[in-house]
């Protein structure tokens, strides 16, 4: 005989898992014992929300379904951003929260919220197991769900009294491997056409551009027609940014240098696109011609709305379509006289003697090798990282332009550096974002991890401040004071660092990476620039002609 908590356990294990994020409660006491008598990790977070955060960011580096764990109520509840977090950013990752017994009820409704109802509108599936003899299936079917195309979340919840229940031991469902299908050969000749035929041919590479099953068949495109290309913000690494065709990274919607070219462009190739994004680009009447490679058909939005589309795996679809026109694209590089300009406007005035926000990206750039992770929590230099840091290899900046949600960025490295800790990874956080899941400072310690984290202070939640300014509101309600982030730091063990001249950041980032183990490193930011280049600068741009 075994119970339900065993088979659930087993079936996690027969899935791969490692790991497990969380913050059991008692209605999982049952499966923490099970988990104890396995081979499955339990990573104990200081808060629910970074668990998910966590279980996400595994998913979204490996491509495999990342799993925290949580009790009913209040502690399930406080994964529905963490579940918001992955199913905008299509991130695979399953969720398993705990209830009270559903054949009896001693409890009656204490702390007894629906959370199966709660998380469908957040997930691809959500549901209670009812009995122990459908554990192995149901299991095989979430992560089946979680990780198919678009990825995103599942939840599972598993009531006390059925992880306790005794029944038979039952065979696990292994998992077999899926093919997606490739892109039909009428599709791949109308798209062909269109590219022998454009004058001003560009490739814009978006979110599902990064998954890691498709990024060398992606550079390989790029690099076989010659046409030049730019990303979106969660798109950036997958071609390397340091070949002669990289244009730029929309990190706006319009007006930006990247835009001279996507303005210029009479035919647009968006690979894996997701309006889930901040559009990079608007399309209106009399723009440019736009076929959509995607995994699966375009979704249709007032500022998206593609002429031709390749559907299936991105990967073979691409490869297919580079062999109908390698060699054969007269315009290919028609684009690419603007790169020099668009790039140089960019880096303007990332070396002055200042805490500007292009200065700190130059400087991460320096220290950061180009397998090094940084992972962005949400703020104004969200901005400008995409905007300006280059990349070389995909999924090396880990930033998030779908759900946009502050706190996340220090899970995400947290998960980066548990994956790969022989290299470099820092977390990039505002002094707000990093206050809203600062606790897992500890977790980063316990956990004897190798990671950095920069915080940029400047007392206020500072994008929305300079939103407020631009839009001419009064300067009220976004200013609060912080503690002494570096004695902050030691109390939880870790190495604390201020810097106060610009010229001591890259010497102290690099003794920290040297030292290894948890560092914080605080610093000032200058948001007076946010103004001047991204408002004033942009608005002279002229039109094209």
Not at 26 to 43: D, F, M, Q, Y
Not at 233 to 245: D, R, S, Y
Not at 433 to 440: A, D, L
Request: charged fraction near 20%; aromatic fraction near 6%.
């Amino acid at each position: 005989m075994t119970k339900g908590s065993d088979l659930l356990v087993a079936a996690l294990a027969n899935e791969g898992v490692d790991r497990i994020f969380g913050v059991p409660g008692e209605e999982n006491l049952g499966v923490l014992e099970s988990l104890r008598h396995s081979a499955i990790e339990l990573v104990l977070t200081r808060h629910e929300q970074a668990a998910a955060f966590m279980a996400a960011t595994y998913g979204r580096l490996t491509g495999r379904p990342g799993v925290c764990i949580t009790t009913l109520g209040p502690g399930a509840l406080n994964l529905s951003t963490g579940a918001a977090y992955a199913h905008l950013g299509a991130m695979p990752m399953v969720m398993i929260t705990g209830q009270k017994g559903i054949l009896s009820s001693r409890q009656a409704r204490f702390q007894v919220v629906d959370v199966v109802a709660s998380m469908k509108p957040l997930t691809k599936l959500s549901r209670q197991i009812v009995s122990p003899q459908m554990i192995p299936t149901q299991v095989r079917e979430a992560f089946r769900i979680a990780a198919e195309e678009r990825p995103g979340p599942v939840h599972l919840e598993l009531p006390e009294d059925i992880a306790a229940e005794e029944c038979d031991a039952l065979p696990m469902i292994p998992p077999h491997p899926t093919e997606l299908p490739v892109a039909g050969a009428a599709a791949l000749d109308r798209a062909a056409a269109m590219i022998l035929a454009a004058e001003r041919p560009l490739v814009m590479l978006g979110a599902a551009a990064s998954r890691p099953r498709s990024t060398e068949d992606l550079a390989q495109f790029v690099l076989r027609t010659r046409i030049p290309y730019f990303t979106t913000q969660m798109g950036k690494g997958t071609v390397p940014g340091g070949t002669a065709l990289y244009m730029g990274t929309a990190a706006l919607s319009e007006r930006d240098y990247v835009h001279e070219a996507i303005e210029r462009a009479d035919l647009i190739i968006t690979v894996g696109h997701d309006t889930i994004e901040k559009p990079p680009f608007i399309m209106g009447p009399g723009g440019p011609q736009v076929i959509h490679v995607g995994y699966q058909p375009a979704t249709v939005e007032q500022v998206y709305f593609p002429q031709a589309e390749l559907l299936g795996d991105i990967g073979p679809s691409l490869r297919l379509l580079a062999d109908r026109v390698e060699g054969r694209i007269p315009n290919a590089g028609a684009l690419l006289p603007l790169r020099d300009g668009i790039l140089a406007r960019i880096a303007d005035r990332a070396t002055e003697e200042r805490f500007t926000p292009q200065r700190i990206v130059h400087d991460v750039r320096q220290v950061i090798p180009a397998d090094g992770i940084v992972a962005l929590d949400n703020g104004m230099y969200k901005i400008w990282f995409a905007r300006n840091y280059r990349t070389t290899q995909a999924n090396t900046l880990l930033l998030d332009n779908a759900l946009a949600t502050m706190g996340a960025g220090l899970p995400s490295a947290m998960m980066a550096a548990m994956l790969h800790p022989d290299r470099h990874v820092l977390a990039v956080c505002g002094d707000g974002g990093f206050m809203m899941n600062s606790q897992e400072m500890e977790t980063a310690v316990r956990l004897k991890l190798n990671l950095v984290v920069l915080v940029l202070e400047d007392g206020a939640y500072g994008m929305i401040r300079w939103k407020q300014a631009v839009d001419r509101f009064a300067d009220f309600g976004m200013t609060f004071g912080n503690p002494d982030f570096v004695r902050y730091a030691e109390s939880y063990g870790a190495s604390g660092w201020r810097v106060e001249r610009i010229g001591d950041f890259v010497p102290t980032l690099e003794r920290a990476f040297t030292a290894g183990g948890v560092h914080l490193v605080t610093v000032p930011v200058d948001y007076s620039e946010n103004t001047r280049v991204l408002v004033d600068e942009l608005r002279e741009r002229l039109p094209v002609a």
